[in-house]
């Protein structure tokens, strides 16, 4: 009697932890996208919200629609297999997206697939005409357009793909979606040298600044966020101080991760000792400065004319070579004897190259100011 409860506990045992494997598996192929098993025709995917994809191993015509879609193609050098392109490429021009700051040309004699930007629902009609084969669609469209119903409209294959939450450097979701698409879109080796070099970035700035002693008070102000942003608005943590092991002084503030709104009076009460402000949000910060001076001049980063300038690397999803690019001119300024070796324009140009083809720091300083100190620029007058 004792040896038959044994077994049928044992076979429940095993049975449990088959469901438990099984059920595990569900979920991590659902937050996700993977490569399946291949064939010398076709190509079978997993994307990102678990669909199933089956694509030809050779697919010439392709698509990109919703936020930071494109720019994948672009970092994966693709750009030959657009056959359209959204109208937001066109009506926004091309500043602040690294991306289109390198291909915009290309993309003009392209025909339109559908308006663009957040919240957009796609326009199968024009993406059937198209013709494309692969339709590369963002998981932020999900919330409001169903992919099965697009494939549907306009008989091509939409796979579903995403790198993080927007304004977020999330390296593990970038070098997932590089290497789905690299496979899909015949681009596998350029897909793992780019996955290859965004890797040596990060470990060379967690080898120069993981022993440090000490760190200095850091408050990065004006963060862009949906439209312009006052010195108040912050992101906990920030990206590219995450990436130097370096905290900003928000982060004990702030409940959550993402964008912060903190109050003046928090940061007086901190006393940052270097401030770094997105330059995208400049203008509207001088004009509050110019309304009271001595409200910044109490903050010793301000009175001591350590406050600097960084690109702006959040539109339409994150530059990700701006954010890499912000972090060793960060490191520069905070640890200056360990980055002593780095132009940080110089380096700007590296990533650039490496990302887009081309080296795109004098464009971001002509549209910005470039990496810079502001302290003239925050000088109380008189």
């Known amino acids: 009697m004792k040896k038959g409860l044994a077994k049928v506990y044992a076979v429940s045992l095993i049975v449990i932890v088959l469901v438990a494997v099984a059920a595990t598996y569900l979920i991590l192929s659902t937050s996700s996208s993977t490569?399946?098993?291949?064939?010398?025709?076709?190509?079978?995917?997993?994307?990102?919200?678990?669909?199933?994809?089956?694509?030809?191993?050779?697919?010439?015509?392709?698509v990109a629609i919703g936020p930071g879609m494109l720019r994948l193609v672009c970092y994966l050098n693709a750009t030959d297999l657009l056959v359209g392109v959204?109208?937001?490429?066109?009506?926004?021009?091309?500043?602040g997206r690294d991306y289109a700051m390198a291909y915009s040309e290309s993309f003009k004699a392209l025909p339109t697939i559908g308006p663009g930007g957040p919240g957009k629902p796609p326009a199968p009609e024009l993406i059937l005409a198209a013709k494309p084969e692969l339709i590369i669609m963002?998981?932020?469209?999900?919330?409001?357009?169903?992919?099965?119903?697009?494939?549907?409209?306009?008989?091509?294959?939409?796979?579903?793909?995403?790198?993080?939450?927007?304004?977020?450097?999330?390296?593990?979701?970038?070098?997932?979606?590089?290497?789905?698409?690299?496979?899909?879109?015949?681009?596998?080796?350029?897909?793992?040298?780019?996955?290859?070099?965004?890797r040596s970035v990060i470990e060379d700035l967690d080898k120069r600044t993981k022993d440090l002693d000490a760190r200095p008070k850091v408050y990065v102000g004006a963060v862009s966020y949906k439209g312009p942003q006052p010195f108040t608005t912050t992101q906990t943590p920030f990206p590219p101080l995450s990436l130097l092991n370096t905290p900003s002084v928000a982060d004990s503030y702030a409940s959550k991760p993402g964008v912060f709104f903190w109050s003046f009076e928090a940061i007086l009460s901190e006393q940052p000792e270097i401030v770094f402000i997105d330059e995208n949000n400049l203008a509207t910060v001088k004009q509050d400065f110019d309304k009271d001076p001595a409200k910044y001049m109490h903050i010793d980063a301000f009175k001591e004319g350590r406050v600097y300038g960084i690109l702006p690397y959040n539109y339409y999803h994150t530059n990700v070579a701006v954010a890499l690019a912000d972090a060793y001119y960060i490191g520069k300024m905070l640890y200056p004897e360990r980055f002593s070796d780095i132009n940080?324009?110089?380096?700007?140009?590296?990533?650039?190259?490496?990302?887009?083809?081309?080296?795109?720091y004098e464009q971001y300083a002509e549209a910005y100011g470039g990496f810079i100190c502001l302290a003239e620029m925050f000088k109380r007058s008189g």
């Open 138 to 198: 963002s998981r932020t469209y999900c919330d409001f357009y169903d992919p099965d119903r697009l494939e549907k409209e306009t008989n091509a294959t939409v796979i579903v793909m995403d790198y993080g939450p927007a304004g977020y450097l999330d390296i593990e979701g970038l070098t997932n979606a590089l290497r789905v698409l690299g496979e899909a879109l015949q681009r596998k080796e350029r897909a793992d040298n780019l996955i290859s070099y965004v």
């Open 86 to 95: 959204e109208d937001s490429e066109r009506n926004w021009g091309s500043v």
């Open 344 to 360: 940080p324009s110089g380096k700007a140009d590296e990533i650039f190259s490496v990302f887009v083809g081309r080296s795109l």
């Open 35 to 62: 490569v399946q098993q291949s064939t010398p025709q076709q190509i079978y995917l997993v994307d990102v919200v678990g669909r199933n994809v089956t694509i030809p191993r050779s697919v010439d015509r392709i």
